[in-house]
């Protein structure tokens, strides 16, 4: 290939760095341009990372750069908006963060747009690709705990923040099971936001999948909260973080603690999307997954409004929480909006 693929960035936070270190360790790509309506941000991450090209305008940048690969890094209200303007300029693909969008309804429209434009859209699920948690898959894979049956998570600050990531690792080590049923209940007393979205003060999820496993996810309910989980099978345990899986069964007498070796998890997804991209393989961040995961927290959502066992697919395709909160169902205890990630905020701003 002569030419590298022209890559430009919507949003210019913290997660964006993120997405220039993959694209920096990939011979094939090259970032051209960025784009955020805050002029500060921009600046300051296109001086941090000598990127030239600069927008106040996202849809110009589109407009003008002629892109192969966009990546959607902006907060969770934009991923929408933005990934369905990207794919209306049809470049090659879209990498956009998680979660993929705030509703079911959101994400279905993202993928019409894809669809209809042929853009390849992937969401940026990275710890797909930590070496660790692919070792995890590939256990259960080969029988070392036998069949799963049950795996438990606990996580903070939302469902579709940071929860989102353990759901998803739920599919994932199982080999991306679907969810069959879900039941869920949540608390919402005070006036809490994740940016800029209303989110839950607590939470607690249990998903059916279609292998007959039981996931169990509590959010800001006995801690610590940690992104992996404890798979149990028929014959064995898999104990998993982010930096080593331990596995315990009945062919050993004590724990077997791993510390898988690899790429960087965003070097990796953007190794692999430049594989999808050419027809080489299949893209684990494929947005059918990231819709899976939004799909299991709206049935949490759902069955705390609906007081029931949500069986899957969820037909509402707005966001229950924000339906339970615009219909006065949850009423407000101790008022006071505040923001857990108001520090991301520039200058004077205390909210978005």
């Not at 902006?74 to 879209?94: D, F, S």
């Not at 579709?160 to 080590?173: E, G, I, K, P, Q």
Request: proline residues 4%; contains cysteine; negative net charge.
């Amino acid at each position: 290939m002569a030419d590298k693929y022209r890559v430009g960035i919507i949003g210019c936070g913290s997660i964006a760095g993120l997405h220039v270190h993959g694209y920096q360790g990939v011979e094939e790509v090259e970032i051209v341009a960025i784009a955020d309506p805050v002029e500060a941000a921009l600046n300051d991450f296109g001086e941090r990372h000598n990127i030239k090209k600069r927008y106040l305008d996202a849809r110009e940048m589109l407009d003008k750069e002629n892109l192969d690969i966009v990546s959607v890094a902006t907060w969770h209200k934009l991923h929408a908006p933005m990934t369905i303007a990207a794919c209306a300029r049809k470049p090659k693909a879209v990498l956009c963060e998680k979660p993929m969008a705030t509703s079911l309804g959101e994400c279905d429209e993202m993928m019409i747009a894809a669809r209809r434009t042929d853009v390849k859209v992937a969401i940026a699920h990275q710890r797909r690709f930590n070496p660790v948690w692919t070792d995890a898959r590939e256990l259960i894979a080969d029988g070392a705990i036998g069949e799963p049956r049950q795996i438990v998570c606990r996580g903070g600050q939302g469902l579709l923040n940071d929860c989102s990531h353990l759901l998803d690792m739920m599919r994932y080590v199982q080999g991306d099971p679907d969810a069959a049923w879900v039941i869920g209940n949540i608390e919402r007393k005070t006036e809490r936001y994740e940016r800029d979205i209303p989110i839950e003060d607590r939470s607690a999820g249990i998903i059916g999948f279609n292998n007959g496993c039981i996931g169990l996810l509590l959010q800001e309910l006995a801690g610590p909260n940690y992104q992996g989980g404890v798979i149990y099978g028929s014959d064995g345990i898999l104990d998993l973080t982010e930096q080593r899986v331990r596995l315990l069964n009945s062919k050993k007498a004590e724990w077997e603690e791993r510390q898988a070796e690899g790429e960087n998890p965003s070097v990796a997804q953007v190794r692999e999307l430049v594989s999808w991209i050419e027809g080489k393989t299949e893209h684990r961040g494929d947005a059918k997954n990231g819709r899976a995961s939004v799909e299991i927290i709206m049935a949490i959502y759902e069955s705390a409004r609906l007081h029931e066992v949500v069986q899957m697919p969820v037909r509402t395709h707005a966001s229950p929480l924000q339906v339970m909160i615009d219909n006065g169902d949850l009423p407000v205890e101790r008022p006071g909006r505040y923001d857990i990630r108001a520090f991301l905020l520039r200058g004077e701003s205390m909210e978005p």
